[in-house]
Structures are given as structure tokens and as C-alpha cells.
């Protein structure tokens, strides 16, 4: 870990003794995982405390961690992660929170905290089915309203449950089962030998 990580780490260790939470380090990225009962306060913490001063969100994603790895994933199943930039510090750090409820996935919005939270929590709510709650219009962004399900769970069928298109009688979208059969896809394999650039 290069000096200016371990410090960070160490700051982090200073600031929030006493709570939940562990610091991992991997590929030169730091990552803070916290509890959802401690998520609001932590992450006040980070954008507040002058020497962190993680002032701005880059991203919020949606993590399935059902066949993560090997499959030998005996964690829970769902995450909602967070990247936050210092510009001031010029560094960064991904926070991991874990949903406590695998049927139902729910941790805190921090749109009071970053507002720019507000569409990339709808994406992982539309994607993954994570809940936000405080969200003040949690609802789909990617997907249809009538879109049954979160595409990007891990088992979410590959073609899904319905197909949309319009029908030209009715002068209306109709919904209608998947038509489809499923396939395994094979990737093309392109030979050396028989490329001509």
C-alpha cells in the first residue's frame, strides 16, 4: 500500500473506532465496508471531516454477489457501493454497504448528503432492485414502468419474461410471453491466420 493510501487508512481507522466496518485494500484502491445501521453518519463524516473531505460522489452501482467469485460467496447477496472523489485531497474511495435482507433489498438514500445520488440510485434500484430509502422518487429510469423484474440480478433469465412491440391492429404496445428459444451463445473466435488487415 503506497503512503498516501496507508494514511488514508489510518484516518479512517482514528475517525471511525468504536463503529462497524473494516478498510481492504486491493489493485491500489481503498474500500471502506460499513453497516447500514452506521451508513448516514459515515458518510456525513467522509464529505465533512477537513481531512477527508470526500466532497463529491462519482458513482452509486448495485452489486449481486450471488455467484460471486468461485460461488463459494458466503456473504450477503446484494450492495449498493459508492465511489466518492476528494478534489481537494485528490483521492478516492469506494464505500461497500451491504443490504441486510436478501428478499428485499434496502439501505439508506444519501441524496441529503450528495444529491447527485438521485439518478444513480434509480438505476440500482431499476437494475438490481435495491431500495433507497428516504429516495424521494424511487421509480425506473433504464427499464419500462411495466418492466417485470431487475435485469441485472444474477438470476434474471438471460431473455427475460416478457417481449414488448407494437401492434399495429390494437395501435398500442402489447406485452406478450418471450417468443424466443432459449440458446447458448458461443463467442466467435477469430484466427491469426486467416485475418487480413
Keep these: 500500500m ?5 494514511a488514508l487508512s489510518e484516518r479512517l481507522e482514528i475517525l471511525l473506532e468504536g463503529r ?14 460499513i453497516s447500514r445501521n452506521e451508513m448516514l453518519s459515515v458518510m456525513k463524516l467522509l464529505r465533512d ?5 470526500f466532497e463529491q460522489l462519482i458513482d452509486v452501482c ?9 460461488g463459494a460467496w458466503q456473504g450477503k447477496r446484494f450492495a449498493a457501493v459508492y465511489h466518492l472523489l476528494s478534489v481537494n485531497k485528490n483521492q478516492r474511495l469506494r464505500v461497500r454497504v451491504f443490504a441486510e435482507d436478501e428478499d428485499f433489498p434496502v439501505v439508506d438514500s444519501v441524496i441529503e448528503i450528495w444529491p447527485s445520488a438521485n439518478w444513480f440510485e434509480r438505476e440500482a434500484f431499476d437494475l438490481f432492485g435495491i431500495m433507497f430509502e428516504g429516495h424521494p422518487d424511487l421509480r425506473r429510469i433504464l427499464t419500462d414502468y411495466g418492466f417485470v423484474g431487475h435485469p441485472f440480478r444474477k438470476d434474471f433469465p438471460l431473455s427475460g419474461y416478457v417481449e414488448m412491440r407494437y401492434d ?6 402489447v406485452y406478450q410471453p418471450v417468443s424466443i428459444e432459449e440458446r447458448e451463445i458461443t463467442p466467435r473466435t477469430i484466427r491469426e491466420d486467416t485475418f487480413h488487415g
Design 2 to 6: 503506497n503512503a498516501k493510501l496507508e
Design 20 to 33: 462497524d466496518f473494516s478498510v481492504q485494500e486491493h489493485v491500489g484502491e481503498l474500500t471502506l465496508v
Design 49 to 53: 471531516d477537513f481531512s477527508l473531505n
Design 62 to 70: 448495485g452489486v449481486d454477489y450471488q455467484a460471486y467469485g468461485d
Design 168 to 173: 399495429p391492429d390494437q395501435k398500442r404496445v
